[in-house]
């Protein structure tokens, strides 16, 4: 006897991972924005770079990973497979 869940399947993506990382941009944004502001003498960019890329370019890939839920095409199961081994521990 074979019976069917009720429940939909679930989605190949996950879009809702990408909330959190959107609003951290607002947020090193605004922190760019009122640094400049407060210092306009001081105007630093290579601190506005590095933050940029320490604390969004790591995230972007977090939210990345736990966005594909289902890898479907080749790019994103190589994606995948790389962020799982380099970066999850078993």
């Known amino acids: ?3 069917h869940s009720s429940q939909p ?3 190949y993506r996950f879009r809702v991972a990408f909330r959190w ?3 951290g941009i607002v947020a090193v944004t605004l922190f760019i924005a009122m640094h400049a502001a407060n210092y306009p003498e001081k105007i630093d960019y290579s601190l506005y770079t590095s933050l940029l890329v320490v604390v969004c370019v790591p995230w972007f890939s ?3 990973r ?3 839920v ?5 790019l994103a199961r190589r994606f995948v497979i790389i ?7 078993s």
């Open 62 to 64: 977090h939210s990345l």
């Open 21 to 23: 990382w959107l609003l």
């Open 66 to 68: 736990r966005a594909i």
């Open 9 to 11: 399947p679930k989605p």
């Open 1 to 3: 006897m074979c019976t």
């Open 83 to 89: 962020f799982d081994v380099v970066l999850t521990k």
């Open 70 to 74: 289902v890898p479907t095409n080749q």
